[in-house]
């Protein structure tokens, strides 16, 4: 029996460090996703992770922000595993630098489109009016509890996401 046959071994040519690191990961409970809703070689409109131990999601939006992002985000949510409606969410939006969202596509984002639970606590960082515009109306529409907030810097927002001050 060679090496590569033995239970437990490591396949020919695949390295320890990256095995390990995804070891650790997996036993952190931290999902990194990277979510396109298109083959060309743009950026990913949304990179996400979910820190089941600390039971948020962590989302950040480049460049420009449309109805098909979110969508396709949204999505890939439901679809993972890791996702629970009930956990907290983090999103940076300083990337972003447009926006294309109507109102009737706001509402339908609100109403149907969002995995989160009403009672989530949500954070969205922003800082120019571009960023701010479309979370306060997302807050607007999906927030009767104010548990949807904004904040300038990702520390602010952790911190409100992960104690509630």
């Known amino acids: 029996m060679t090496q590569g046959n033995q239970p437990g071994a490591?396949?020919?040519?695949?390295?320890?460090?990256p095995v390990a690191r995804l070891a650790k990961i997996l036993r952190l409970g931290a999902w990194k996703r990277i979510v396109s809703n298109s083959a060309n070689a743009d950026p990913a409109p949304a990179a996400y992770t979910i820190d089941s131990a600390r039971r948020f999601v962590s989302v950040k939006f480049v460049k420009k922000l449309t109805v098909r992002d979110i969508v396709a985000y949204a999505t890939a949510?439901?679809?993972?595993?890791?996702?629970d409606p009930g956990l907290a969410e983090l999103v940076d939006l300083r990337g972003v630098e447009e926006v294309e969202l109507d109102a009737k596509e706001a509402l339908h984002l609100a109403d149907e489109i969002d995995p989160?639970?009403?009672?989530?606590?949500?954070a969205f960082v922003?800082?120019?009016?571009?960023?701010?515009?479309?979370?306060?109306l997302h807050a607007l529409?999906?927030?009767?509890d104010k548990n949807i907030r904004i904040?300038?810097?990702i520390e602010e927002a952790q911190r409100w996401v992960e104690t509630g001050g």
């Open 77 to 83: 949510l439901r679809r993972d595993p890791a996702f």
């Open 141 to 144: 529409l999906r927030s009767e």
């Open 151 to 153: 904040f300038g810097s």
């Open 10 to 17: 490591m396949p020919p040519g695949l390295s320890s460090a």
């Open 116 to 122: 989160f639970s009403l009672a989530s606590r949500r």
């Open 126 to 136: 922003a800082r120019t009016s571009t960023q701010i515009n479309p979370a306060r």
